[in-house]
């Protein structure tokens, strides 16, 4: 039983093999590549053996890594997005008249503002469709749902009834994930087409969004942006070259998930890259400035 | 044709009355009388012809007026609370299973926040709904539809998604209202069983909260946060007692909204007044600290 | 006796003008000119006569009207800081090596956010002296000093302090100001080398920032964001070409300033304006790009 | 050489405990009490060797735990500041007239928000003693400097100005610190009459806020709101009895500081008891709820 948390298919993958001896799984690949300089992972879940093995649903996992990129770089933000809306109309495969974007989390938690941020910079379009200017825009509506605690609705209540309500080609759900390693918070982005359940990693079909409790696709954009304690501690003392100790017994103080001391900007700045990366992935007459114009 | 724009029923009352000699409409009346110390008018429109003199629908129009009590007293906000619970116990009549609670309006607007700040102090209760603790509770769920501009969706389509999701008794909806006087802003809240049409006082039947189009009964709560300027010009100048120039000819620059400089502490201190008001309404068993340890 | 109320050099010059016949007044001038398509008037207030006149201080007023530009414009935000980096130059007349830039207002009210804000965007640079990458920027440094109401401080007793430690050559101060057109609320700037009292006309030594009270020249920079009530009721009637009232009569509501519904957006936007024309204005060597850098 | 993070005396001085069998230092006490149901520790370093041996300067450490309380008590909140007021008052000795109220930090860093939004609550009455209402109040002047990056000030400087213009008989200044310990992380507050050094442990002399550079007393209050990510790790493997590695090896992605996912709203409770606890310490004649009415 593997006591790191983790929402990234890409660790999950790393903890699976470095379990397992023989890692030969059916349905379970890993591939690596670039995009516009950045390391991009593409782990696939094909089977039902891959996917009890890496805990995660059937799918393709993307993961875009943008510590090549320099965050001092006035470009950053541009780089960035057009590296994600790459990524995101390759796992695509088409061009989608009409999209719903849902930012999923919790504006007042700011590991959680990824989500709604994300959504306030993509440009809502629907209610323009019928101006002549912007007759090749594809229609895109922006849904920002809260959280259970403060609305009483689960996210996936008020999604459903949005999706009846614009029947869009697609869903771009966008959410706060749990990495492993403090390096990869606010600093990568998994793209899968497996949907995603808010607030958690457990299955639970009346929170998912996915293509089967939606009736369209899902595609899930997540960032990276809390680490457990306790993960944290055993990912330093593997760097560290430390003998591990048994995992349950750092659940102590650990059960605690922290974030870096500045996620305030970082998440602003990851919030703005996924938002312009999707818009210009739904949008392609746009440019991105452009695509501000419409935002601002 | 009245050039003077207003949201209150009050107003438009008052102005028909200026307008008319003879005031006998059938199914108009207005009646008054305090409630913990606050002037309470109630003007009821029960005829299409009262309807068309007053351009509101038929319905109850209730308006509380805070301004007997004063702001600095430290007891404000509760007593205020308090004199609004009772107001809206009275136009309910009996006590709901299950409420939905909607904050209408533009968050990044400060006239506009009243709607979704209110909902920000009503405690969502639904999903505690199978704590034993929460036994006596209504059921409540809150939403904060947005606005079109930023999400691309009627505020009216979230809620017939989210009223079908809950199946409330009652929608309780909340927002700003333009007054034709500065002393109403802020000081002043309109209850209605009428309904409302987000943004606008044009009838639009896509965009209308009512009986009618939700299938269940609506309850508006309503706060004045503007006025039109050319209307503010003109009430100056009755105040004053100057000869009033030809309505049309004031429409230059004065087709704009305004609202007092110091809007934001105001909106803010009627958001809570709202919020609380309308939770206390729907739970009868919490007191105001109750209420309120339910948010924080 | 003038009973609107303006805090424009430009406006009290025009109603000055208004009320006299003879307007030969010794010290008094008014001049127009145009800088990157914009309307810019200069107001000289050169004697004792002219500055009871007007009830100014004695100094020039430039005032940059924006209307020729287009809001919408994606080009909007860098064409109108162009423009008020070229007037600020203009009226400096030469660079400075030290500066102390502060924002006077109070962050928790909309209209008077101008100067906090607008300070926010003039990235400070006087902690990066030392860096050999930086040597050619001027030394500046950025205080946002709050309100008597909130910190018991005056602004000057704070700036007083600022400017012994920096020991700056100029003082730019960014405030908001009253109007008497709703026309020109966050889409006109005024600068003066008079100096400014926060938050009032009314002169009060121990309040003013001036050349006499720092020691240092002051820059002042102004942005019309409110206008009073009752001004703007005499300014709609005279639009309309109406009879005017007693001035004094239409103080009942009207001793309240107002301000345009859609503050937030508008002030935010002239606060970024402000702010870049600042900068720019005291970095030379720097392009609208770079000085953003260094921002964000 | 201790490898752990902490601005805590308490937590300094378990650690060297912890690393010396001979623990008889002249001149360091420990010494342990409760204050309405809370545990105080005080830490007394009186002399050079004590000094040394804890990193920390001379004086007297209070720090108040109030994991006793609970955060879902409607009381916290006043129990919490009540208890925090009787510390600071029993550390001044005496009522001071005129105090300087610092609040240290970084507003756009939700972990360093502690300081400005503790000083938010604090009520300036400077600027009321001519006031006969008021005139049995301390005269408390409230100051939130910012931080160099954005301001090119040392907070140090700005502090120094206002001390020279109200000539204080005691400064108090709120800064966030760093702990070892997650649990300490919003539920503890040390006081000290050491003073401050804004930003960093490190001895800096123009940056420091201590009697000597400001000459008058100054009073520090911290609460802990981040870990050191290598600092959590050894103490979690403390915990579960773990072989401690290297902590030299454990600072490659270590050199991070932590914060709970959910310091928003825990940072912004502690702020409130801060600021509560100071002003209600000053202003011995009001109860919480008259302070409260002052600031609203």
């Given amino acids: 039983m593997n006591a790191r948390r983790t929402d990234l298919a890409l660790e999950a993958h790393a903890l699976f093999r470095a379990a397992q001896r023989d890692n030969a799984v059916d349905g379970l690949t890993l ?3 670039t995009r516009r300089g950045c390391a991009v992972t593409t782990v696939t879940v094909e089977s039902e053996t891959a996917s009890r093995a890496l ?37 695509l495969g088409h061009a989608v008249d009409t999209a719903l974007v849902v930012g999923l989390g919790n504006r007042a938690m700011t590991p959680d503002v990824i989500g709604p941020r994300a959504a306030d910079h993509v440009p809502a379009t629907r209610h323009l469709k019928s101006c002549a200017a912007f007759g090749a825009l594809a229609d895109v509506s922006v849904l920002t749902p809260g959280v259970l605690g403060t609305t009483g609705l689960e996210a996936a209540e008020l999604v459903r009834g949005a999706v009846e309500t614009v029947r869009p080609d697609l869903v771009v759900a966008v959410d706060a994930l749990a990495s492993q390693s403090l390096g990869r918070v606010c600093a990568t982005v998994q793209l899968t087409d497996a949907g995603i359940v808010p607030g958690s990693g457990v299955g639970n079909h009346r929170r998912a969004l996915t293509r089967e409790t939606l009736g369209v ?16 501690a055993l990912d330093l003392l593997d ?10 017994a750092l659940r102590g103080q650990g059960s605690v998930m922290v974030t870096p001391r500045d996620i305030d900007a970082r998440a602003e700045q990851l919030a703005r890259i996924v938002g312009f990366g999707v818009g210009l992935a739904l949008q392609p007459s746009l440019s991105l400035s452009e695509l501000r114009a419409l935002i601002d």
Avoid: Q, W
């Fill in 217 to 232: 696709p899902v595609l899930a954009v997540g960032v990276p942006t809390v680490v457990d304690a306790a993960t944290l």
């Fill in 31 to 33: 591939t690596e590549r």
């Fill in 239 to 248: 760097e560290a070259g430390a003998d591990l100790p048994d995992p349950a």
């Fill in 55 to 91: 805990g995660k649903p059937r799918g393709t996992y993307v993961t875009l890594d943008l510590r090549a990129l320099s965050p001092e770089d006035p470009a950053y933000t541009e780089r960035a997005s057009l590296a994600l809306r790459d990524e995101l109309r390759a796992l």
